[in-house]
């Protein structure tokens, strides 16, 4: 089947400017994760996703940062007045939350690049 | 000091050799992951576990729950196994379940020649 796609792949934009990044999770999970890797750093967790219950934002760095999910499908992670820092790969997660313990599948990534 | 440390940071091995890479964790876990990073970016999980010893193909995760310590071991490495491989630790936080926020290590990097 199908595993979690992100779009756009790569996307280059101008200081300032507002984007907006896009996951499919696998068709089933409930779960979803966005993290950020800057250029070799680990991945740094930003918000998770569990059905309709209220998402965890306490990794989201500031407040020019928000994601949305409707329902168990797509999420948007849109980042406002984008700045040089933000240029990182962002990638999104998915999980079948089924108890203890649960693994997630990753997508290919966006690669974002602010100049 | 990071709460998952990975040992070494890098690596580079001939093929064939034996290798293995390590993960120290200073909290109480539920569960702790072992994933594989692609040089073109993407992840997928190898691992994961608990307790004891898991075994795929020719791939070995270990963990000593009291020592707080995992270990990834590659038998015969081969040049398709360079990667980025990451730890990743699921606290405990009472309750079924545990924490559903990983806290993952900075990765060790694999170079394996031919």
Redesign the interface.
């Known amino acids: 089947g199908a595993g979690v796609s992100q779009s756009p792949s790569n996307k280059v934009t101008e200081k300032g400017k507002d984007v907006e990044l896009r996951c499919d999770p696998i068709s089933g999970h409930t779960a979803l994760y966005w993290y950020r890797q800057r250029l070799g750093q680990g991945l740094e967790f930003l918000i998770y996703f569990q059905g309709n219950s209220a998402p965890d934002k306490s990794g989201l760095p500031s407040d020019r940062f928000s994601a949305e999910r409707t329902g168990e499908s797509v999420s948007t992670l849109t980042i406002q007045r984008t700045q040089q820092e933000d240029s990182a790969v962002y990638l999104c997660a998915s999980s079948y939350v089924s108890g203890s313990p649960y693994e997630q599948y990753f997508g290919p990534g966006t690669r974002l690049t602010v100049t | 000091k990071n709460e998952v440390e990975q040992s070494p940071q890098n690596l580079t091995a001939q093929e064939g050799e034996f290798i293995t890479i390590n993960c120290s964790y200073s909290v109480g876990i539920?569960?702790l992951?072992w994933?594989q990073q692609h040089p073109?970016?993407?992840?997928?999980?190898l691992f994961?576990l608990?307790s004891g010893k898991k075994k795929h193909g020719r791939l070995i995760a270990t963990i000593n729950i009291q020592e707080k310590h995992s270990s990834l071991h590659i038998t015969a490495s081969h040049p398709r196994d360079s990667a980025v491989y990451?730890c990743?630790v699921?606290r405990s936080s009472g309750g079924?379940?545990?924490s559903?926020?990983?806290?993952?290590?900075?990765?060790t990097s694999l170079i394996v020649h031919p």
Do not use: C, E, N, Q
């Open positions: 539920s569960a992951h994933l073109g970016g993407g992840i997928v999980s994961m608990s990451i990743a699921r079924s379940g545990g559903y926020i990983p806290t993952f290590g900075r990765g």
